[in-house]
């Protein structure tokens, strides 16, 4: 079992940048690959970035290439998505994942965090 706890969550205003985090406990946790995913009221939960395991390979959803950025720390047990330029549709619950790094890109994660609350207001 992996648990992971997602933290930094928060309002911000449109334009601002926000930094989330995800600290991962458990079963050889840095050896998976871990993702962000975010829902928004009444839509579907979607893919925002993943990261492999060692960190040398990212992905990221178009709507937010070039503005949000997915990293970890290996010795921490963290991944953190560094979100700026945020808009009001950014707006959702965040979730962190992990598992093999197709499993995560897909969203077919067997684990998941609880969700941490970002607000961008216009």
């Known amino acids: 079992q992996v648990q992971l706890v997602e933290s930094g969550g928060g309002l911000v205003q449109a334009g601002g940048s926000l930094r989330l985090s995800c600290a991962a406990s458990?079963?050889?946790?840095?050896?998976?690959?871990m993702g962000w995913f975010r829902q928004a009221p009444g839509k579907e939960r979607e893919f925002v970035a993943a990261?492999?395991?060692?960190?040398?390979?990212?992905s990221y959803a178009t709507t937010v290439k070039g503005r949000f950025t997915i990293s970890r720390d290996n010795a921490k047990n963290t991944v953190s998505l560094q979100m700026s330029r945020l808009k009001p549709e950014d707006t959702a619950v965040y979730y962190c994942?992990?598992?093999?790094?197709?499993?995560?890109?897909?969203?077919?994660?067997?684990?998941w965090g609880q969700g941490t609350q970002v607000t961008v207001s216009s």
């Open positions: 994942a992990a598992g093999q790094y197709m499993v995560v890109v897909t969203g077919a994660s067997p684990y």
């Open positions: 990261i492999n395991w060692s960190g040398g390979i990212t």
């Open positions: 458990g079963r050889t946790s840095s050896s998976y690959a």
